[in-house]
């Protein structure tokens, strides 16, 4: 014989995972915006500064904000520098911003300088990736982190 209270909670329990899942909170999209490219200005003798752009968007049903992105700047394969941005973007259900990530770096952190100094001479472009995870906000859904994944991928122009 069935016990009517316990297919009863069963079936509540599975219905309640479902409605669970529908309430999930999709990563964010992070991409080149195509229109901003990425720029390496050097700076004096010492180090440079690199400015990444980046689309945003929210594909959820809610907004969320964009609490931080930390990972490593790869320029022409060459592990880079360490990239911490702390942001705090709010962003609205299917909305999507262009924010920029602005990086310091010590050519004495910049592995295969020669390559940066060859682009600024020739005017050529090397290529970059930000690696890594972001955390967002989503209120009574919780703070939840994605990653470790390729955030952006692109080209640097040298100025």
Sequence with gaps: MIDMRRLTVAILLLSGCAALQTLGIVPLRISDPG?????????????????????????????????????????????????????????????????????????????????????AVTGNALPYRLEGSFGVEAGNLGSPRFGPMTLLRGEIRVR
């Design 35 to 119: 229109d901003r490219p990425a720029e390496l200005r050097l700076v004096g003798l010492s180090g440079a500064a690199l400015r990444l752009w980046a689309r945003v968007e929210n594909p959820n049903r809610f907004g969320v904000t964009l609490r931080d992105v930390v990972g490593e700047v790869f320029i022409a394969d060459a592990e880079a520098v360490a990239a911490n941005f702390p942001l705090g973007v709010p962003l609205a259900a299917a909305q999507d911003t262009i924010i920029p990530f602005d990086i310091a770096i010590r050519f004495d952190n910049l592995p295969g300088l020669a390559r940066v100094v060859r682009a």
